[in-house]
């Protein structure tokens, strides 16, 4: 339900729809809400990274801060790509 997903996100309705239907990119705020929604989850499990990133020859995909740096240059501060940073460390030292 997309109402009760924008309640727990912080934004509203239209937003997550747009970015559902590819008509909007996700912000800063958007991120923020979906790890707000879903504590549970790592921010790889929440979003694929590496989506429209060409994948170099080596197979290596870029560091998050130089992905962020590129694909989301107005939407995301230093200050958020490295809580963002934190958050995907944390999920990797998580015990499985």
Same mark, same amino acid.
Do not use: C, W
């Given at each position: 339900?997309?109402?009760?997903?924008?309640? !727990?996100m &912080?934004?509203?309705?239209?937003?997550?729809? @747009?970015?559902? =239907?590819?008509?909007?990119?996700?912000? %800063? /705020?958007?991120?923020?809400?979906?790890?707000?929604?879903?504590?549970?989850?790592?921010?790889?499990?929440?979003?694929?990274? !590496?989506? &429209?990133?060409?994948?170099?020859?080596?197979? @290596?995909?870029? =560091?998050?801060?130089?992905?962020?740096? %590129? /694909?989301?240059?107005?939407?995301?501060?230093?200050?958020?790509?490295t809580?963002?940073?934190?958050?995907?460390?944390?999920?990797?030292?998580?015990?499985?």
């Amino acid at each position: 339900n997309l109402v009760a997903l924008a309640q !727990a996100m &912080g934004i509203s309705t239209g937003q997550i729809y @747009k970015v559902r =239907e590819g008509q909007r990119g996700i912000n %800063q /705020k958007f991120i923020i809400g979906a790890t707000k929604a879903f504590p549970e989850y790592n921010l790889n499990t929440l979003f694929h990274v !590496a989506q &429209g990133q060409p994948v170099k020859s080596s197979n @290596k995909l870029p =560091e998050f801060r130089e992905y962020a740096r %590129q /694909k989301y240059p107005n939407e995301l501060d230093e200050d958020l790509i490295t809580m963002i940073e934190d958050l995907i460390e944390r999920g990797r030292r998580k015990p499985e």
